[in-house]
């Protein structure tokens, strides 16, 4: 039964064509979210992937603290 739903679910996502539509919202969500925080002075970075905005206390650019 699970495995059934499950099949019917990808049908209807493939027929409905899901994963072209969740990009094209997600790269407007993107610009809208870049958009309305991109100039803000605590916002570093606003990022697409995950749509993470990144606060920070100044804009300056800093050292990262990440091994590259």
């Known amino acids: 039964m699970i495995a059934a739903v499950a099949a019917e679910a990808i ?3 493939r ?3 899901f994963v072209t539509q969740a990009r094209r ?4 969500l993107h610009g809208a979210l870049a ?3 991109g100039d803000h ?7 697409g992937r995950g749509f993470r905005v ?3 206390e100044d804009r300056a650019p ?3 603290s990440r091994p590259s």
Do not use: K, N
């Not at 919202?25 to 407007?28: F, K, N, Q, R, S």
């Not at 002075?41 to 990022?47: I, Q, S």
């Open 11 to 13: 049908r209807i996502y």
């Open 15 to 17: 027929e409905i064509d």
């Open 25 to 28: 919202l997600g790269d407007h």
């Open 35 to 37: 958009d309305a925080l």
């Open 41 to 47: 002075p605590l916002v570093g970075e606003a990022r």
């Open 54 to 56: 990144q606060i920070v």
């Open 62 to 64: 800093v050292a990262s």
